[in-house]
């Protein structure tokens, strides 16, 4: 079976289509090396042609949040005070560079999450503000 870089869509979908078919295969076979190789380009394709963006800030805490069944009163002692973690999550105040340390640490929040390249953000009520570079 002849292995060769992914450069179009149509060698993405052949790609893919070999996956499936070799999926399951055992490791340290031929079979299974050539999943291993097929996959290894795969994923190189998709991040350069379907880069997924990290989330919002503010949407990663209260994701994380959720997940963990926190209140924001939980958050106080990694944002400060209850009218700062409503600021925060309100969006009419940024995160501290060590806000998202405490975040990080304490709740296992990626960092990639929590730093945002500085632009515009549409919030939820249709209003903009500025995410933390």
């Known amino acids: 079976m002849k292995i060769k870089p992914i450069k179009t ?3 993405y979908d052949s790609a893919i289509a070999r996956v ?3 999926w399951g295969s055992k490791p340290d076979t031929l ?4 999943l ?4 290894t380009l795969i994923d190189a394709y998709e991040r350069d042609h379907y880069p997924i963006d990290p989330p919002d800030p503010i949407e990663a805490i209260k994701f994380r949040m959720e997940q963990s069944g926190l209140n924001r009163k939980d958050l106080e002692p990694f944002i400060g005070s209850r009218g700062r973690v409503s600021e925060v999550l309100n969006r009419k105040r940024d995160l ?3 806000m998202i340390r405490e975040l990080h640490v304490n709740l296992q929040i990626p960092l990639e999450s929590l730093i945002l390249k500085q632009q515009d953000v549409t919030n939820s009520s249709g209003g903009r503000t500025k995410a933390l570079s």
């Open 96 to 98: 501290s560079l060590k």
């Open 9 to 11: 869509v149509d060698d």
């Open 20 to 22: 499936e078919l070799l």
């Open 36 to 39: 291993d190789v097929l996959i």
């Open 31 to 34: 079979k299974g090396d050539i």
